[in-house]
Structures are given as C-alpha cells and as structure tokens.
C-alpha cells in the first residue's frame, strides 16, 4: 500500500510533495557519441509526437554516458553513500509540446552495477534500472579498457580510451565548447515509466560540467547491433576534467501524451 502512495504521488504534475533528489560525486562521466541519419533516428524513437531528434549539423546524436559515482544518495532518505557506475544510452531530442521547442534527452532507460540502487533506485526514480556489470582499467600504456555487461550477457559497450590525442575530428560538434554548450541545453530527461505508457521525468539540478575530447575506440554496442543500420555511426567521445557534484531531482510521472 505505501509503495502504491509513493507512486500515485509521483504520478502528478503538481508538486505537492517534495520529490526524491539523487546526489552524489563524479569522479569521471564519459560520452560516447554516435551520429545517425534524422530520419534513421525518428524510426527507432517512442512513438511521442512531442518528442523529435535534436539536429546537430545534419545528424542525429545518440550517446552512451557513463558515470562513475562516488556516495551516492538518495534524498531525502538518509542512507550510505554507494560507489556505483552507471550507464545509459541517450538521445538528444526537442520537445515540442509547448509554444517553443525544448532541448531535452530520452534515455532508453538507466543502468547500474550497484545492487542496492537496483532494488530501491526504480521506486526513487519512477523508472526501471537495467542490472550491468562494469569493468574499467588501465593497461600499462595507460589506455583505459570500459567494458559494460548487461543481465542478458549482452555487451552495452565494449570501448579503449586512449593516451593519444583525438585522431580525427567530430562531425557532429566543431569545438569542446559547443559539446558542452549542447549539453548544457538538455537539463530534462524522460525515460520509461514503471507501467507501460507512462515517462519518468528528471531535471539535473547544478553546475555544467567541464569536458575535453578524448581519443577513444568502440568494439561493439548493443544498441548498434538493435539498429541494425549503417549510418550508426562512432563519431567522438568526451570525458569530464573535474570532480563534481551530481544532482537529478525526479519531476513525477507523465502520460505519454502529455
């Protein structure tokens, strides 16, 4: 019966009570971004009219972050802080259902190794947490290896970050500083609901993050081998330069048709 309350009350779009807000430290967050073709894009989103691909220099974005957290909490509930790494594949969209289009994110749907988040994390956030297992190291050259497992034995991403300065330039973004501008536009992210036709919504509450181009290779991708296509495309991968705190605020549940 309680967790019926808590769900009902997510349910609304008025705050009438103060929402959960899930803090921690980021030691590291890495995007690995992919171009697609606009229309190839619009395919393989939810059928929202309210939501359509962000365009980018002619191309669609899709992204996998990676986070890795250090105390994670969940407000205002007092627990111990988790030490987790969590992922997502995102893509970069508008929303259009008010009088001007909104930058904003869709997430296919979240993901930690922490076996403490994925038990209580769905009812914090409103949405389904994705079970992985995560290995990052650093060989001796200092390359990192990431590779992310999800439940099913699938490979979420399987990638190298390399010593080596970027061998070739993003076609997506021209310079670092509109990465982060382009980022720093899309605060809001919906994701999958606990129950079918219904979208999680979370605002990111804090500072912009600082990023720097790093030189990257991508061996395989889940969500590449779900599409299926050949314009899906590796095009660069950024990294975070500082540590820093992580707030994401959970905003209640919407009906798919707004």
């Known amino acids: 019966m309680m967790k019926q309350l808590v769900q009902n009350l997510m349910t609304v779009k008025k705050q009438y009570a103060k929402r ?10 890495y995007l690995f971004n992919f171009r697609v073709n606009l229309d190839t894009m619009e395919k393989h989103m939810p059928m929202l009219k309210w939501l359509e691909p962000r365009n980018a220099h002619g191309y669609g974005v899709v992204s996998l972050c990676m986070i890795v957290f250090k105390g994670l909490t969940i407000q205002p509930f007092p627990m111990i802080g988790i030490n987790t790494v969590a992922c997502a594949y995102r893509y970069s969209v508008m929303d259009v259902s008010g009088n001007e289009p909104v930058p904003t994110v869709y997430l296919l749907g979240r993901n930690t190794d922490s076996a403490f988040a994925n038990c209580f994390g769905p009812l914090m956030l409103s949405s389904r947490l994705g079970k992985t297992t995560s290995a990052i190291k650093k060989n001796k050259e200092g390359n990192l290896g990431v590779d992310i ?9 399987s990638a190298t970050i390399l010593q080596s300065k970027p061998q070739k330039k993003s076609v997506l973004f021209e310079s670092t500083k509109e990465f982060k501008d382009f980022m720093s536009d899309g605060l809001v992210s919906y994701t999958p609901g606990l129950t079918d036709g219904k979208y999680a919504r979370c605002d990111f509450e804090g500072a912009a993050f600082n990023y720097e181009q790093v030189d990257a290779k991508v061996y395989k991708s889940c969500l590449a081998e779900d599409w299926g296509d050949e314009d899906f495309v590796f095009d660069s991968a950024y990294k975070t330069v500082n540590v820093q705190e992580y707030n994401l605020r959970n905003k209640g549940v919407y009906n798919g048709d707004l």
């Open 149 to 157: 497992m999800s439940s099913d034995a699938r490979t979420v991403i």
């Open 20 to 29: 959960p807000l899930v803090s921690g430290t980021v030691l590291d967050r």
